[in-house]
């Protein structure tokens, strides 16, 4: 017989048991190298995308590659939870790719950031059991589980297609004009005419795109009888060439590209009879003036609700337009002395005359009920904390799922409130960063996806009370994680100079000998509406910042004044004077980190990042040289009256009403500051910021006798979508640091 262990001496084998075999695994993983850091999707990071419950609820679907693939699929779930997940559908060949899709369906891609491939976009009907999947610019439908129906075979792409209310019609836009495709006949009618070259219909422009956040050009009325829909004339704006120098034929591109302060593209709405018929169109502009049309919702099948923003875009109003009568009424106006933040948060609640509404009249977004005239009938959250979204808006049970960081700016969390008003009730655990939610139509079903710095993301279908029914994806099983070492960074908080609390992160450097001290690099962005440090697994996937700490950079990011989820007056505190506080900021954190981590050398320190993040690495050179010897600025604005307008007249105002502002926040005037040592690295087909930018300021630096090194990247635009151009930008930003950096 075998004696039988006491239970401690058990345990402690057992826990040196498991120790030991975390230890094997450790060391059989390998840091993070250029290969890997090239690699694209980031470890841990592919989660279930366009999540959706079923019109009856008893299914939820999602798109998410198949085994160990990249590609794309269809699976569905019971929304019981008492079933494995299937898939329903399959790409055809490799589905969509940036190789494969037309121009016109990357330049959407690119505006989407849209990376995946295999089936990337999946338009379901509201009330029916029918979807739509976009495959190589032709459309293919699928009913329930049946295999796919091609609907279209045109050389054409369809593009931005969407059902009728009753799901018996797909709208989409040809070349330019809008269609309705009937899907018991296969009869299209074609609804608009004229469409040339700079003149489009039921497409939204490109400043809507790009910097509006709105996507769509048309909008299907409640009954399915009619369609309000955009004419976009760009003609007025200049083409801007931009010549494809790396291919073996001479192939151009031409865009009308709006520059601050000059002219925009005219935007009209109308509405069109979806059988066919003549457009009524609506005069939206007051007595000259231009405005962006920021949204359009129907209140319901007689009437329009149109958000309009004005150029300055430092008021909003929300309008009803009466479809028979052209009436309108400004049901909400909103005001700001810096900007207004726009949403998509306005929703009809079924069965009632009230409007959900956003605001950030508090200075943070918060979430309000008005009456049909728009008078606020009471709020619903506030505190000194933003809502960043609605998720679902339950009319029966008369309550309000959102998403906030209301415990902290670094997590995100699922809440739900009362219509009525009352106590928030949290759903989400209060630990990470809550990065989807949807809600089915009963409110009996929640599917969240939820991650940490220290936890890849798990996606799971639960109960209203919280309950776990089934996890339907966990980004932890993700085979490159037990490939890869990823230190978990640390997060931290410290004061700037004014006394204000930023967060950061800090990735320790690899295998440097006890007491040495080693450079520094900071991973910078600095812009408005983008926060980098968060308590998710997205910031430990950080393979630049992984990458460069396996080489044995220390590395440091921090989110700076200006950066989003604080309020607006932390945004705003760079109103009309960009890349100042941001400058300040990042010194400031330069020095927290010399004071916190003894290793990071604060004599020798790097900067990088890309758009925003690389005019912040030149103006950190510039302005800041005492504290940043080296930089690698990776497709950087350089002068802001070279940018677009939506963007940098929001944080800027025009060249002309603002000269003093624009003056200071360009770096082109500055070249001769530079000491530092700058590589410039620029996609030369970069349609968003333009090469000209990374040109005018080579001219600047020549002239003032500055060195610097450039590296075109011939074949990518504004981001970087080819594993070898990453590799080669990686590669040429760590031996940049280690030769101007140096290492003891």
């Known amino acids: 017989m075998t004696p039988m262990l006491a239970p401690i001496a058990l345990a402690a084998l057992v826990l040196t048991a498991s120790l030991a075999m975390a230890d094997a695994s450790t060391r059989s993983r390998r840091p993070v190298d250029l290969d890997a850091a090239a690699h694209h999707p980031a470890p841990g990071t592919t989660v279930p995308s366009a999540l959706a419950f079923s019109a009856d609820g008893a299914f939820v679907s999602y798109l998410l590659p198949e085994g160990e693939g990249t590609a794309r699929v269809l699976w569905r779930a019971s929304a019981t939870g008492d079933a494995a997940p299937e898939v329903i559908a399959r790409p055809l060949d490799e589905g969509n790719t940036d190789e494969n899709v037309s121009q016109e369906e990357a330049l959407r891609r690119e505006r989407l950031r849209l990376r995946d491939t295999g089936i990337s976009q999946i338009v379901r009907a509201p009330q029916a059991d029918r979807s739509i999947l976009p495959l190589k610019g032709d459309l293919y439908l699928l009913e329930g589980t049946a295999p796919l129906r091609r609907l279209t075979d045109s050389e054409a792409p369809e593009i931005d297609p969407k059902f009728s209310p009753d799901g018996d019609r797909v709208a989409f836009v040809r070349e330019g004009e809008l269609f309705v495709l009937d899907l018991s006949s296969g009869a299209e009618t074609q609804l608009t005419r004229g469409a040339t070259d700079g003149r489009a219909f039921g497409l939204a422009e490109f400043i809507a795109q790009e910097e509006l956040g709105r996507a769509t050009g048309y909008w299907w009325s409640p009954d399915g009888e009619h369609i309000a829909y955009q004419e976009t004339d760009e003609r007025a704006i200049p083409e801007f060439t931009i010549v494809h120098q790396g291919d073996a034929e001479i192939v151009s591109e031409t865009h009308r590209y709006p520059f601050a302060g000059a002219a925009n593209a005219t935007v009209r709405l109308g509405v069109v009879p979806s059988s066919g018929g003549e457009t009524r169109w609506f005069d939206l502009p007051e007595d000259g003036e231009e405005c962006y049309l920021a949204r359009v919702d129907w209140e319901d099948a007689h009437h ?11 008021s909003l109003r929300l309008v009803r337009i009466g479809l028979e009568s052209g009436q309108r009424a400004t049901l909400v106006e909103e005001t700001a002395d810096s900007w207004i933040n726009l949403h998509d948060e306005l929703t009809v609640v079924p069965g009632t005359r009230e409007l959900l509404w956003a605001s950030e009249r508090s200075g943070f977004k918060h979430l309000m009920v008005l009456d049909r005239f728009g008078k606020a009938i009471r709020t619903l959250t506030s505190g000194e904390w933003p809502v960043d979204a609605v998720v679902h808006l339950d009319a029966k049970r008369r309550e309000v799922w959102f998403l906030a960081g209301r415990e902290s700016p670094l997590q995100r969390d699922l809440y739900r409130v009362s219509l009525d008003g009352g106590p928030i009730e949290r759903f989400t655990e209060g630990r990470g960063f ?38 339907l994806a966990d980004a932890g099983d993700d085979p490159q994680l037990a490939e890869l070492t990823l230190a978990t960074p640390q997060l931290t908080r410290f004061k700037n100079r004014d006394g204000i609390t930023l967060y950061g992160a800090y990735y320790a450097p690899a295998a440097i000998p006890a007491g040495a001290s080693t450079p520094l690099v900071v991973l910078v962005y600095g812009g408005p509406h983008v926060q980098r440090v968060t308590d998710s697994w997205g910031l430990t996937a950080d393979l630049t910042a992984q990458f460069l700490a396996a080489r044995g950079f220390a590395v440091w990011k921090c989110d700076n004044r200006g950066a989003s989820r604080r309020g607006l007056a932390f945004e705003a505190a760079l109103n009309r004077r960009m890349g100042t506080v941001e400058v300040d900021d990042q010194v400031d954190g330069v020095r927290f980190v010399a004071a916190a981590y003894p290793e990071a050398d604060p004599r020798r320190v790097g900067i990088t990042g890309g758009s925003y993040g690389g005019y912040m690495t030149i103006r950190c050179l510039l302005l800041a040289p005492e504290t940043f010897e080296a930089g690698v600025a990776i497709a950087p604005v350089t002068d802001w009256d070279g940018y677009d307008t939506g963007y940098t007249e929001r944080y800027m105002g025009t060249p002309e009403d603002n000269p003093d502002g624009y003056a200071e926040s360009t770096v082109l005037d500055k070249a001769g500051r530079l000491e530092g040592a700058l590589l410039l690295v620029h ?62």
């Open 304 to 314: 329009l609700l149109v958000q309009l923003l004005p150029r300055d875009q430092r």
């Open 683 to 744: 996609g030369l087909l970069d349609e968003n910021v333009h090469f000209r930018h990374s040109a005018r300021f080579v001219a600047q630096l020549i002239r003032a006798g500055k060195p610097f090194e450039v590296l075109p990247i011939p074949d990518e635009r504004h981001s970087t979508r080819k594993a070898e151009n990453r590799r080669a930008i990686l590669g040429r930003t760590a031996s940049w640091f280690e030769t101007h950096l140096g290492r003891e």
């Open 434 to 471: 809550c990065s989807d939610a949807i809600v089915s139509p009963d409110g009996t079903r929640v599917v969240v996806t939820v991650s940490s710095s220290e936890q890849p993301p798990v996606t799971t279908l639960r109960d209203r009370s919280g309950r776990v029914l089934a996890t």
